[in-house]
């Protein structure tokens, strides 16, 4: 038997004094993981007090959605997009920085894909 993860997770960490909110996106995403996460980042944006928050998005694992949770993923970028300062996406395939590039139509803050996980935070801990 073969098993195939897939889901978004969430949660917060802590490089130095910064703190990031942190998503790892695994598999190919559904409707149904953006129905049981999108209520949690949700009430994890609604807590937190920062003008502008920096995110960091682990997509090395991604491979892609489904067609309803690419609209899932579109919607719930919308509804925050105001809320966030830097968005930096880590990620392993040439298709991911292109939608990050499509993405930064849609994003208030900054958004900046990266190869090196290192590059990625040192780029969210410098001040603008």
């Given at each position: 038997?073969?098993?195939?993860?897939?889901?978004?997770?969430?949660?917060?960490?802590?490089?130095?004094?910064?703190?990031?909110?942190?998503?790892?996106?695994?598999?190919?995403?559904?409707?149904?993981?953006?129905?049981?996460?999108?209520?949690?980042?949700?009430?994890?944006?609604?807590?937190?007090?920062?003008?502008?928050?920096?995110?960091?998005?682990?997509?090395?694992?991604?491979?892609?959605?489904?067609?309803?949770?690419?609209?899932?993923?579109?919607?719930?970028?919308?509804?925050?997009?105001?809320?966030?300062?830097?968005?930096?996406?880590?990620?392993s395939n040439d298709w991911q920085e292109k939608l990050v590039k499509i993405g930064s139509w849609f994003i208030h803050?900054?958004?900046?894909?990266?190869?090196?996980?290192?590059?990625?935070?040192?780029?969210?801990?410098?001040?603008?």
């Open positions: 038997m073969q098993i195939k993860k897939h889901g978004l997770s969430i949660g917060m960490q802590r490089i130095d004094e910064d703190f990031f909110l942190y998503l790892e996106a695994i598999g190919k995403l559904s409707h149904e993981d953006y129905e049981k996460i999108s209520p949690l980042i949700d009430s994890a944006l609604e807590g937190i007090k920062d003008q502008e928050i920096k995110v960091f998005i682990d997509a090395s694992e991604l491979e892609g959605w489904e067609i309803r949770a690419a609209w899932d993923d579109f919607k719930l970028c919308l509804k925050h997009n105001s809320e966030f300062g830097k968005i930096a996406i880590y990620g803050g900054e958004i900046k894909y990266f190869d090196d996980i290192n590059d990625a935070y040192i780029w969210l801990k410098e001040n603008n």
